[in-house]
């Protein structure tokens, strides 16, 4: 029997379940202190001015309601992905993001870092109270991650093989140091990084297939991508198909949500169109992720 996609978010688990799956393992999940949420929030809905689209916010709910919406789609573990836009930010992030990660056995300890002096110690801190993967926004927080100030985070993390999801492509806005040069010097610099290049590095999708292929450690995680939404403001060459076939066990699920202006079912569903096979999908939904943070079924 030939699995077909999710219809809508209830449908979901039967979707993971015909596929063989025990759930789906969600890298870029977004769960941020109440004040940093509402500004989230209102940035989105003004959101037409920037990107000329209308961004609604599909699951603008409470923390439980949220939370509850991700155990009805099977999501069995999920990072919370802080992340500052200005000195000073990062370290009472990662306090509120372990202390969220405390009570919720599916969350995936998640913390951020910025270029500044205290970087490396409130790194190190972060790691030794096991976190699991950290988030930069390159775009967002507007520096170059080749900035001086990092030198000993990046060679910290690139010790000890801890992810960071990193949002550096110059997708949906471009900043003054996305794109695909920065990382290739970072990676030239500290090559065994384990990065997740989120939205696939949108819209330099080639590039970045570039430097999944030529770095060991280098992933590529799903949010946005291949989504009606994006396909309109950002498409991806059908050309490139075959490489991203070839990287399966490189790619991971992200969804962005709750930001997100589709049912998380629509990612899930764009996935499968892309027609790379339930193989395929098998290592995105759950394999790969599930082995990059030790996952049991």
């Not at 999920?78 to 202390?99: I, R």
């Not at 951020?112 to 790194?123: C, G, N, Q």
Request: aromatic share 12%; charged share 20%; hydrophobic share 45%.
């Amino acid at each position: 029997m030939t699995v077909q996609p999710p219809a809508d978010d209830a449908d979901v688990p039967r979707y993971w379940r015909e596929l063989g799956l025990p759930g789906l393992v969600d890298v870029h999940v977004h769960f941020l202190p109440e004040r940093v949420q509402a500004k989230v929030w209102a940035y989105f809905g003004r959101a037409e001015a920037y990107y000329g689209a209308p961004w609604p916010i599909t699951y603008a709910g409470s923390v439980d309601e949220r939370l509850a919406v991700l155990d009805r789609l099977g999501v069995r573990a999920f990072s919370t992905l802080p992340y500052p836009h200005k000195p000073g930010m990062a370290a009472w992030l990662n306090d509120w993001s372990a202390e969220f990660a405390d009570a919720r056995p599916q969350v995936l300890r998640s913390a951020t870092f910025f270029p500044e002096p205290e970087a490396p110690a409130y790194v190190a801190e972060a790691l030794d109270r096991g976190v699991q993967v950290f988030k930069v926004h390159v775009q967002v927080g507007g520096f170059d991650p080749r900035d001086p100030l990092l030198e000993p985070v990046w060679g910290r993390l690139a010790e000890t093989g801890t992810p960071v999801v990193i949002h550096c492509g110059s997708g949906p806005l471009a900043g003054a140091h996305t794109g695909p040069q920065p990382m290739a010097g970072l990676l030239d610099r500290h090559p065994r990084l384990q990065l997740v290049i989120a939205h696939l590095g949108m819209p330099e999708y080639r590039e970045f297939l570039d430097l999944a292929e030529r770095f060991e450690r280098v992933h590529l995680d799903t949010t946005m991508f291949a989504t009606d939404f994006t396909e309109r403001l950002m498409p991806f060459d059908p050309a490139e198909l075959p490489r991203l076939a070839a990287l399966r066990d490189k790619v991971l699920l992200g969804s962005d949500f709750p930001a997100i202006p589709y049912p998380y079912s629509h990612q899930l569903a764009a996935l499968h169109r892309l027609g790379l096979g339930e193989e395929w999908l098998r290592a995105v939904l759950w394999h790969n992720g599930a082995r990059l943070f030790t996952i049991g079924a």
